[in-house]
């Protein structure tokens, strides 16, 4: 069997008090390309849909902020560096 794409949903819902709450949902698709690691995309697209929900629901609660630094396009900016072959860690 060979998979060819893997999808990924992840929500969260944020209680604000006063009987409120926020909710943010994402789904996520990625085509998997001759020598892929599953497993490796997998858990890169579960990070990407947590971290940008984390993201939006950043926005409205202030406590979550510190929790979405260093993440660029909602990977983590060292893993985005990794799939770019980049090796280097100063840059």
Known sequence: MKLKTIS?????????GDYSSA???ISLW????????EAT???????????????????VEQRLAAKVENIFAGLPVSVT???????????
Do not use: C
């Open 81 to 91: 560096k990794q799939m770019n072959g980049d090796t280097h860690h100063g840059n």
């Open 8 to 16: 990924v949903t992840y929500g969260r819902k944020l209680n604000l």
């Open 23 to 25: 909710h943010s949902e």
């Open 41 to 59: 995309a997998a858990e890169a697209l579960r990070t990407m849909a947590r971290n940008q929900v984390l993201l939006e629901l950043s926005r």
């Open 30 to 37: 990625a085509d998997l390309e001759d020598g892929d690691d």
